[in-house]
């Protein structure tokens, strides 16, 4: 085990270390070795150096001061965001830690960025970020140029029309909500106004004004914590547990058998079983009188154990899509703006068609999402809250994404990506007593495997932790 975490170290500081990038990633190893230890940050640090036990005796002590005044049962670090410099993060008590965990995946530039740095320095943008306005109603004058600018430079192919949020949870959230309006202005034959039984009765939470809509979503599913978001969350029993929700239908997510090479018959056969149930499942909520408004689902899902499903699975999803009549939304709030190569993990999958909605929000600093026009409700306050986003948000993105481009950090992400599946994948051969399904070929950095054992997979993370790799 002492071995293989070496190795793992090693993989990580080589491969990782050397990114300032949208990835969590790195600058790609396929060039001259002398460039390849070149950080994109000036005085990065060049390896993780751990002064105490982590957590040390600062966090502990600001732990036990936070625990006073608020609930701080997640809390596992306190950050020097001073100190801390591109992919390495410096705790309270001085220790310098390879950060492979970004932030929950958050940090489209790493820590400190110089870039982003300028961009809070320079004059001309103080004034954006002391007057937040309510966006919904009291925009700047520059807002239409800024989005053109910056969210509408990268929006997903065949996606024009987008509305800015705070977070990914509100972004899911009002996504469903667009994806309902959507639904039953189709069954008022596109008409757009409302009888006063409608008004009436969704004043008491009734039907007709309150229809009784569905979300499908999937075993294994994270798309947030708010009431929508959390009837399609499937992860973790302690996100849901005590909190009342829906009776949605919920289908299975593909789970492949590794190497995919040496399975591809069963995990056709498991794409199949999947669709099978998906379809099955729609239509059964429909004759129950619950209509599957939508269907809600991540490229890959994440907090539920970084599941992978083919490309296939996806173009066939959206057929079920088109012959049921349910919207398809794609998740991107986890894999969005860049991490697997490309700045949407769907753009892997060669949809015929754009998905109906994509939802964004971490490395893309804002939340929001992509829509086609016919999913724009008609009428004003329906999609609405105070914020509706933040331009500052935007200001930083803008600059995200000039840099991205600048410093080819999408071709970085695959490039470091290709080299660091190729190294795990060495070690799994070389350690199959501890290393199991190692996923995510071709997919940048978004890689994952699995311990043979929760205990040997918990003794791993331990032991890299000891060296200095927080993740």
Request: charged share 25%; glycine share 8%; proline share 6%.
């Amino acid at each position: 085990m002492r071995v293989l975490s070496r190795n793992l170290v090693h993989l990580a500081r080589s491969h990782v270390s050397r990114a300032a990038a949208v990835t969590g990633g790195v600058r790609g190893q396929q060039t001259a070795a002398k460039e390849a230890t070149a950080p994109l940050i000036a005085n990065e640090p060049t390896a993780p150096k751990l002064l105490t036990s982590v957590p040390g005796p600062a966090t502990k002590q600001h732990l036990k001061e936070l625990n006073a005044i608020q609930e701080s049962g997640a809390v596992s670090l306190f950050v020097d965001y001073e100190r801390s410099l591109g992919n390495y993060m410096v705790d309270a008590d001085g220790n310098t830690m390879l950060d492979v965990f970004t932030q929950i995946s958050s940090l489209p530039l790493g820590y400190n960025h110089p870039d982003l740095l300028n961009i809070l320095s320079d004059p001309s943008n103080v004034k954006v970020f002391i007057n937040r306005p309510a966006l919904g109603s009291f925009p700047s004058s520059t807002w239409p140029e800024d989005l053109r600018t910056s969210l509408l430079q990268v929006a997903p192919k065949g996606l024009q029309h987008l509305c800015t949020m705070a977070c990914g949870s509100c972004s899911n959230e009002n996504a469903y909500k667009a994806m309902y309006i959507r639904y039953r202005t189709k069954e008022r034959g596109d008409k757009t106004d409302f009888t006063q039984e409608e008004l009436d009765s969704c004043m008491i939470n009734q039907a007709p004004g309150c229809p009784s809509y569905s979300l499908l979503s999937f075993q294994g599913a994270f798309h947030g914590r708010t009431m929508g978001c959390l009837a399609t969350t499937h992860s973790k029993p302690i996100h849901k547990i005590d909190i009342p929700s829906l009776d949605w239908p919920i289908a299975p997510f593909p789970i492949y058998k590794y190497p995919l090479e040496e399975h591809v018959r069963e995990n056709k056969e498991e794409d199949r079983r999947c669709l099978e149930q998906t379809e099955d499942l729609i239509h059964k909520y429909n004759s129950m009188g619950k209509p599957v408004a939508g269907i809600v689902v991540e490229p890959i899902q994440s907090e539920g154990g970084d599941n992978h499903a083919s490309s296939e699975f996806f173009q066939e999803l959206q057929q079920i899509s088109k012959r049921t009549g349910a919207a398809l939304l794609i998740d991107e709030v986890q894999t969005g703006g860049g991490p697997t190569g490309k700045m949407w993990c769907h753009e892997h999958f060669d949809l015929p068609e754009a998905p109906d909605v994509v939802t964004f929000s971490k490395k893309m600093l804002t939340g929001g999402y992509y829509i086609k026009e016919e999913f724009r409700p008609p009428q004003g306050y329906r999609i609405y809250n105070t914020w509706m986003g933040d331009p500052s948000k935007v200001v930083m993105l803008r600059e995200v994404l000039r840099v991205i481009k600048r410093d080819n950090l999408l071709d970085n992400a695959r490039e470091t990506g290709d080299v660091l599946y190729k190294g795990i994948e060495t070690l799994e051969q070389k350690f199959p007593q501890h290393i199991d399904r190692l996923r995510g070929r071709g997919r940048g950095t978004f890689i994952a495997f699995d311990g043979i054992t929760p205990a040997k997979r918990d003794a791993i993370i331990g032991k890299l932790k000891l060296q200095g790799v927080h993740r």
